[in-house]
């Protein structure tokens, strides 16, 4: 496969130039993906309904959301959205408020206690195993778009009879960005820079807003993009980043890695995992609240461009959840965790949109995470044996 990289148009140093590098990137990672969609064909029959689910942003607390006086954190929720939703006020995580097992458990519809950091796959099948398995379904049917580095493994579990041949797709842009940079960085034929070492430095400080250091191991998932798309996804990184005005947000680059996927495959169910707002692990109460605000703009964003491609209009469900709370100890830095396990760190919202929506309501029954992966079964009109969650009654599925 021969990548070209259309650089110049890209070197004017502004946000226009900025936000269509990045729509490139996701282009050219999308491209990688492609020729699997000639595969498998046959018998495989697509659901008349797709699904979106969202993880609000790597856990907020309610009160900086959905509580009146979170209200100016995320505009777009509740003046744009929550018209056209139906709103769970009481949403709760009852298993493990860390980001895997959370996130996994909105897919399995189990809770799940599997190691926290991303080592191990779900312990139980995957909505999207079991839709691929029934319906016949290629990969590009089903995706798991991440800022989050730790989710390779999230895709599929090792159940018995499921597992890898049915897992999703799994994509950590931001994962692949960095990993771009330094093969770039540290090749001799490399483009020209002048400073290698200090340009490394600057690249990797403007892309990693996470909390944790640089060095982190990414588990194989057994689908590596490959030497030559690195190489050239590197040569154009090298060129966007010497616009010193940089600066990214591993979100944004999720969000426009989904829409291409939107775009491309036009996949019946999707897990996008905005992470951003975990910023707060930093102890910065206005990154903090500056991660919420740039979230509550995405999945706004989002949500209009599902219902800008016919493939999705009408026709789509979209939920949207934080994964964990924070932790309230006011005495503490409270927002800055979600390891206490105390109510503020369990008590999120659910926000559903779209098919099967009853809009602008709201219902005060408890909800939880686990109900979401029977919710989107029902939707599809898949099976989901053994899964511990309830679908959303007050859906006209
Ligand atoms: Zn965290």
């Known amino acids: 496969m021969i990548w070209r990289i259309p650089h110049p148009e890209f070197r004017t140093p502004n946000g226009e130039a900025r936000r269509n590098f990045l729509k490139l990137a996701a282009a050219l990672i999308a491209d990688y993906f492609l020729p699997r969609r000639l595969l498998a064909r046959g018998s495989s029959v697509k659901p008349a309904y797709r699904a979106i689910v969202v993880t609000f942003g790597g856990g907020a607390r309610y009160q ?119 093969s770039a960085v540290g090749s001799p034929q490399g483009p020209g820079v002048e400073d290698r070492e200090s340009f490394l430095k600057t690249m990797l400080s403007a892309l990693d807003e996470g909390y944790e250091n640089y060095g982190w191991q ?53 897990l996008v995992n905005f992470w951003d707002i975990d910023i707060a692990h930093y102890g910065s109460y206005s990154l903090y609240l500056q991660a919420i605000r740039r979230t509550d703009r995405l999945v706004w964003e989002l949500w209009q461009y599902a219902q800008s491609l016919p493939a999705y209009r009408d026709r789509t469900l979209m939920i949207v959840i934080p994964e964990v709370g924070r932790d309230g100890d006011i005495h503490g830095n409270g927002f800055a965790n979600h390891r206490s396990g105390d109510d503020s760190c369990r008590r999120v919202w659910l926000l559903a949109l779209g098919a099967g929506v009853p809009k602008g309501t709201a219902s005060e029954r408890p909800v939880h995470h686990i109900d979401v992966a029977p919710t989107v079964a029902q939707l599809l009109g898949f099976k989901m044996p053994g899964c511990d969650g309830k679908p959303l009654v007050e859906l006209a599925i």
């Open 218 to 270: 990414v588990y194989d998932s057994g689908r590596k993009l490959s030497q030559e798309l690195r190489q050239s996804l590197a040569q154009s990184l090298l060129d966007y980043f010497n616009d010193p005005s940089v600066p990214s947000s591993g979100d944004e680059l999720t969000f426009f890695m989904t829409k291409e996927i939107m775009n491309r495959f036009a996949p019946s169910l999707m």
């Open 64 to 182: 900086d959301t959905f509580a009146p006086e979170g209200w100016v954190n995320i505009p777009h929720l509740v003046n744009d959205l929550l018209p056209q939703a139906i709103f769970y006020p009481s949403a709760r995580n009852e298993g493990l408020t860390g980001h895997f097992n959370s996130s996994a458990a909105l897919l399995t519809g189990n809770w799940q206690f599997v190691d926290s950091f991303g080592s191990e796959p779900p312990a139980t099948p995957t909505f999207f195993e079991y839709l691929r398995k029934e319906r016949h379904l290629p990969v590009e049917e089903t995706w798991v778009i991440a800022t989050n580095k730790s989710f390779s493994l999230i895709g599929g579990s090792h159940g018995r009879d499921y597992g890898v041949p049915y897992a999703a797709n799994v994509i950590l842009p931001k994962q692949l960005l960095l990993e771009a940079i330094q």
